[in-house]
């Protein structure tokens, strides 16, 4: 070994120990007669003292030579500094060195390894196992693993088995694009990578595996939007004879067992939300439930007063700004000119101050009344001291667009606060969701999920209607997972690949396997799916996913850092009977 | 929830208790009045009853129907059984049942869910999810996730952070065969699947996390051989300021940890033997030392005493079996036919009988003396009672051959005991073998390993005997784990590549990165991995992996349940701008 101790150990309790440290130069302070070094480690910092007094000559002289990022063994005597910095662990003590080697010495890095660094984004990409030396990665890092061992140990004292499930699997067309594999040893023939272990976990329970988890990564060739990555990990998990309040119970209880394990947050017992009534209230499907600010529709109170605006559209609908009369004139155009941004696309909004004496003052004046706007105040829950900002148009992109405006508000407002959790699950997901484009039915959790029981006849008669047996997991405005009651029946799986477009033929083809496991004794059977990279983040303050990952792939998939994908020699593609064409063959 | 208990739950002090149960039918017992049924789940089996007179009459009646594999639920009175079984937990009662759903009715399994069961393999992998019922299947999958929390918990404790290295890489020529995945985003290109985290745990290293751990899925393109995995899974371990005695010590501990915590198995502190003694001593570099029959070299003492089968080969090596006297001729021969089989090779054996009287009988007994004879039988460690088997031939087939007999009599002799684990490490390894297919040096370990300090000067004038900073470990005659310190500077890396037959552009094309991370401030490091597959089976009590993965592939890499790898569809193809060649484009 070549330390001792390592850089977070020592302390006044060591002192006049002969200790041997080894790590990287963090900061070198030149006095003339006295050299100061910082020494890190993952553990710590530990201060070294070379001193032309008590330092053999030659080192001293070589101490003079370090520069950042060395890295350095060290011998010396532990001695109490005599001014100590309590707010470190080893702040009490320095080492008096007498023995100095440079086990590597390093280039100036590119960029300064402090928790604030003056490297650029795509730098720090390039140099990636520079980056991660900077503290706040490396405990980001860190603190994944804590969360991943906490889960682990959770499900597993919850029966769970960890079942590894294969990676080369077979391609399917449902859902997002596959990332594909060829096989040598098959010519003409892929593998796929999984997009999810699904079926496989599905089989394990047809298998009597009663309860299943997997820490597994995952693989979609999806156009990649910020902060989406082509692979991902997901804490994948089934069980066997259970009811959809089985898995929120369980999943529920994790979550809280993390939260007092990893954060010491007590959670209460979660909000249930329906899909329907999360659209309306939050205009969105996972919503942020640590601040207010919900929907209030006002379709019956604004409309048919004269006001074209609203009369025409679908849905005119507020939400009310707390505290908001006291923005300016310029701050509220600010906010109409950013929802007529094209990211949120809106006409623009209305606006209603509610002023403390009871009087409002709105941009409609001249079509709405005082005793109207009472009403507006009422429908959205505003308070005297409120501002009311109201939009109309098309219900979809409506509620789309005030959800991104009170998201924004919220954000503004310091509403969202990373140390403050807030979980919630939606249920009473409609099964399919049909798309204009391809003009058919679309799953709109996956093609393996059931519909609840008291729906099954819509499925002949109307099939949008049908309500599933699917929850979300949400937590602080985010989607961390996502489940369902699975279908466990030949005849209703046949039954569902036929709404979505398959024909007997392909459904065969495909999930043949499946539907032949269903015959020879499938159980009951559910679960659920959290996305572990924005668990993680989400527990850990942020939702920057990347910085909670230790080698990412930037937006265009590429891992800058070791340069992939890269292009293959011929021979390798000869010998997958495979020929690369031209990207533009005109 | 579909059941109150599991089905290993209930004993005599549930009696009278209501209680709802779920699970499969393993076997029904109709005795015309009375219908016992087993029913099974992942924790046990319970035993139904259904009785003429205190059943309901409609209940008795469907029960009549039950067949093996039917998903039932049921609800009853847990009594006590007139005739106990105590070979089971729940042998002491039985449940009366008065209500019963058929949950999901089965077909008749096309095998067996017996332990025994009448299945062939092949059929067994169509249905594995049928074959994953079975008890062994499943208990072995059971105990795979206990090995691997316990390897969490104690690398954990040690200090070690479990991080997620990517699975889309970058392919390297270097070693087997990758698996490819054409990248749709940046057309032509392709990433690889990883064959080892290698890099990217030795960039942990240079970014200071210093103690790394990963349970991962690796891939390599190879012709399968028996028992070999297209996708496999590794303990991938790495470590910081370590020597190789630091990296043995951890890994010792952490074989000695799981053998006590999952078998109950004390090992003593494991032998080290270099690799060239193993060899000498063995024939090979993962000996099995349950057993003896170790080699002796007998050229000394066998040639030039006018026997030219001897005379005129690189090595004469024997073994002494054990009580081997008692061999019949015909026995004898069997063994001669045996090693002369294609996959050994050998021409032949001569054998010498220890006689319980001193005497010695031999097949070159026209050749040699008694007092040669007994020279030899000094030399192998022949008693009293024992058989000499000697081989000769050139060095390394000869061993090789010598090695499979002395296996294959441990293995008829009861000598590789299941529940007897023996673990050593093999060291000293040469840092390159010479292959004369290509005329160029590979690294015997990895193009990563470092040579040995002494042997540096070696590098430039007799690379062949640069020793390495390598180490296997063994457990039962089969190599668990392998690692090494690595080379962490950069020259020293350029160095090697260079020996290796990369020209200075392949190697910075392809491990650029690498080389650069060594130039930032690189610490010395080193590490191992091991073969979680092999040694889960091993701990198992088996040298079977495919009985300890769930879905595992057959020799053509196919997994013939889900029927993969398949073709794609043109469309799919095209979006990676691929075209498939024909097989024999001729």
Redesign the interface.
């Known amino acids: 070994?070549?330390?001792s101790h390592?850089c977070g150990a020592l302390n006044e309790n060591h002192s006049n120990q002969e200790v041997t440290l080894?790590g990287?130069v963090q900061k070198v302070r030149n006095k003339g007669f006295i050299v100061w070094t910082d020494l890190?480690?993952?553990?710590g910092i530990t201060q070294l003292i070379f001193d032309e007094e008590r330092t053999p000559k030659t080192v001293f002289k070589k101490s003079l030579d370090l520069g950042r990022?060395?890295?350095i063994?060290i011998k010396g005597k532990v001695i109490e500094r005599e001014s100590k910095n309590s707010n470190m662990a080893t702040g009490g003590i320095e080492i008096l060195v007498k023995e100095l080697t440079v086990?590597?010495?390093?280039?100036t890095?590119p960029f300064t390894i402090e928790n604030q660094t003056d490297g650029g984004d795509e730098l720090r990409m390039q140099?990636?196992?520079?980056d991660?030396?900077r503290a706040p990665i490396?405990d980001n890092?860190?603190f994944?693993?804590k969360v991943?061992?906490a889960v682990?140990?959770f499900l597993?004292q919850a029966d769970f088995?960890?079942?590894?499930?294969?990676?080369?699997?077979?391609?399917t067309?449902e859902g997002a694009?596959?990332?594909?594999?060829?096989?040598?040893?098959?010519?003409?023939?892929?593998?796929?990578?999984p997009q999810s272990p699904q079926?496989?976990k599905q089989?394990?329970m047809?298998?009597?595996?009663?309860k299943y988890f997997q820490i597994v990564?995952c693989?979609r060739?999806e156009?990649?939007r910020a902060d989406r990555q082509?692979?991902f990990?997901q804490i994948d998990c089934e069980m066997?004879?259970?009811?959809q309040e089985?898995v929120l119970k369980q999943f529920e209880a994790m979550i809280k067992h993390l939260l007092i394990e990893i954060k010491d947050v007590k959670l209460d017992d979660f909000p249930r939300m329906t899909y329907s009534e999360a659209i309306q209230r939050y205009g969105n499907d996972k919503p942020d439930i640590r601040f207010g600010m919900t929907f209030g529709e006002l379709n019956a109170l604004a409309q048919n007063k004269g006001f074209n605006v609203f009369d025409s559209q679908e849905l005119v609908v507020g939400i009310a700004v707390p505290g908001g009369i006291s923005m300016t004139r310029k701050e509220i155009d600010a906010w109409i000119e950013w929802v007529k941004r094209p990211q949120i696309g809106s006409k623009g909004l209305v606006w209603v101050k509610c002023n403390e004496d009871g009087s409002y003052k709105s941009s409609v004046d001249k079509f709405f009344n005082a005793e109207d706007l009472a009403q507006w105040a009422k429908a959205t829950g505003a308070q005297a001291g409120d501002l009311i900002f109201v939009m109309a148009g098309a219900k979809h992109s409506t509620r789309t667009q005030l959800s991104a405006l009170r998201m924004e508000i919220g954000e503004q407002m310091g509403l969202r606060k990373a140390d403050e959790f807030a979980a919630l699950w939606v249920t009473d997901f409609p099964l399919l969701e049909w798309d204009e484009q391809t003009q058919r039915y679309h799953a709109m959790h996956h093609p393996f999920t059931s519909p609840k029981k008291e729906d099954l006849e819509l499925l002949d008669s109307d099939p949008s209607k049908v309500m599933a047996n699917a929850y979300d997991l949400v937590l602080n405005g985010n989607e961390i997972g996502g489940g369902s009651i699975r279908i466990?029946?030949t005849t209703l799986q046949e039954k569902m690949f036929g709404l979505l477009g398959f024909s007997e033929k392909e459904a065969q083809e495909q999930f043949?396997?499946l539907m032949?496991?269903?015959?020879?004794?499938?159980?009951?059977h559910g679960g659920i799916a959290l996305g572990l990279d924005r668990l993680v983040a989400i527990l850990g303050g942020s939702e920057t996913i990347r910085d909670f990952?230790?080698?990412p792939?930037n937006n265009?998939?590429?891992?800058v850092?070791?340069?992939?994908?890269?292009?293959?020699?011929t021979a390798?593609l000869?010998?997958?009977?495979?020929?690369?064409?031209?990207?533009d063959p005109s």
Do not use: C
């Open positions: 070994m070549l330390r390592h080894a990287w890190r480690d993952r553990y990022e060395d890295v063994q086990l590597n010495a390093a280039k890095p140099y990636r196992y520079l991660l030396r490396r890092l860190v994944r693993h991943t061992m682990r140990n597993s088995i960890d079942v590894e499930t294969p990676y080369l699997i077979k391609s067309p694009r596959d990332f594909v594999v060829p096989s040598r040893m098959n010519s003409g023939q892929f593998y796929a990578l079926t496989f089989l394990l047809v298998a009597g595996f009663d990564k693989f060739d156009d990649l082509p692979e990990t066997t004879f259970v009811e089985d466990h029946d043949g396997f032949d496991a269903f015959q020879y004794g499938a159980p009951p990952i230790a080698f792939k265009s998939g590429r891992d850092m070791i340069d992939a994908p890269a292009s293959l020699e390798q000869e010998e997958l009977y495979l020929k690369s064409l031209p990207k």
